[in-house]
């Protein structure tokens, strides 16, 4: 089939079979793609998140390449697990789109699926397709513990660490830039593309002993927010702790932003937060900050420095801006 013709031109089962296609069989996956359900071999708890992207709000059609979107789809979800201390190892697509969409752009869309699914380590196993005004895709991962208790947001506890593995501030760093129309720092761009989740980094905190771990998806301040609330405790970061790197540093004097405010309330990077018992920080992670009790004049919450960040904490999808 050309990569001109409309999805509304190739039909339901035509879309169906470009994004299962050369999907390579995993030993977990006893039934894939084409009959009414998936069959996995599941042994012990299964651990499951959901994310839904959609077109404008997620990503936009000239910023990102279809290739993109697909990558982006999978690794925010499989983020989820790995904040977890779980080990995702399948994935089901919901995949909503206008008739009017080439199927060049599903073809491309797929390839950036299974690139991504690929490097997390997961197989896609299923789904469903249907039409809509926008592009969506409603991503389903599943996994398992590996015979460790789930890390929660609700373990912290005053006297521990807290860690960080990945990055921060990139995304909305490019995501400031490509507000503006620019294309640079490249650097920054392709980080608002596709995140560069820690894949593995979960598991080997919960085998480290982290007691509470979060992904950084809203932002570092407003996600250690919940792992703060969930544990009735006080998270206080470190700004010194935190270096502005070269690219930040450049969209921060092009714009005006403030780079700690990227480093500290931008979302999108789905970099791994946790906290640790002193001395248990697996190799790989940065000590940011510490937790601590409750006072008498103040509540749980994160703090810099011992003081209230002045302005939004991250990114709420019905409230506050980024």
Same mark, same amino acid.
């Given at each position: 089939m050309p990569g001109t013709a409309t999805l509304a031109e190739i039909g339901e089962q035509a879309v169906i079979a470009t994004l299962t296609a050369g999907l390579p069989p995993a030993a977990d996956v006893l039934v894939?793609?084409? $009959? $009414?359900g998936a069959v996995l071999e599941v042994a012990g708890p299964l651990v499951t998140s959901l994310d839904v992207l959609v077109e404008n709000v997620h990503f936009k059609l000239g910023w990102s390449d279809p290739a993109d979107i697909g990558r982006k789809a999978v690794a925010v979800n499989v983020a989820d697990l790995e904040a977890m201390g779980a080990r995702a190892t399948a994935v089901v697509l919901g995949f909503s789109a206008p008739p009017h969409l080439q199927l060049r752009f599903v073809r491309e869309l797929t390839a950036g699926l299974h690139a991504e699914c690929a490097a997390a380590g997961v197989?896609?196993?299923g789904g469903d397709v249907t039409r809509s005004r926008d592009l969506t895709l409603s991503v389903t991962v599943l996994g398992g513990l590996e015979g460790r208790p789930p890390v929660l947001r609700s373990g912290a506890r005053p006297g521990d660490v807290v860690a960080l593995r990945g990055r921060t501030g990139w995304a909305a760093a490019?995501?400031?830039v490509l507000s503006r129309g620019f294309r640079s720092p490249r650097a920054v761009v392709e980080a608002q593309r596709v995140p560069q989740v820690p894949y593995g980094?979960?598991?080997a905190a919960a085998q480290a002993g982290a007691t509470a771990m979060v992904d950084v998806s809203d932002g570092l301040l407003a996600d250690l927010g919940h792992v703060a609330s969930a544990s009735g405790v006080v998270v206080d970061l470190r700004r010194d702790a935190f270096e502005v790197p070269e690219p930040l540093q450049?969209?921060?004097a092009a714009t005006g932003a403030d780079p700690y405010d990227l480093l500290l309330t931008g979302g999108e990077d789905h970099a791994l937060a946790a906290t640790f018992a002193?001395?248990?920080v697996p190799?790989?992670?940065?000590v940011v900050g510490e937790v601590r009790a409750v006072g008498p004049d103040a509540g749980a919450g994160v703090l810099v420095d011992g003081r209230t960040w002045p302005a939004a904490a991250g990114f709420d999808h019905f409230g506050a801006a980024r």
């Open positions: 894939g793609p084409g $009959d $009414d197989s896609l196993v490019g995501l400031a980094e979960g598991a450049a969209v921060s002193a001395g248990a190799e790989g992670w940065r």
